[in-house]
């Protein structure tokens, strides 16, 4: 799974997301951006789904 801070933006690749963003330090909350298609990788590579990344952003 690939989890990116709501706060900062920061991304991990890690199971679960951590209880501390460890860029920020705050107790964000963490949004699964994992890619779930092939076109990205599929969800076992890491890879980041670019529609759900940008859409955090706006
Ligand atoms: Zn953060």
Redesign the pocket.
Known sequence: MTWK??????TLFEKQPPDK??????A?EFVDVSCYIPECGGPDSGGIDGRLYKKEKE
């Open positions: 801070c709501a706060n900062c933006g920061y963003c460890p860029s920020c330090g705050e964000c």
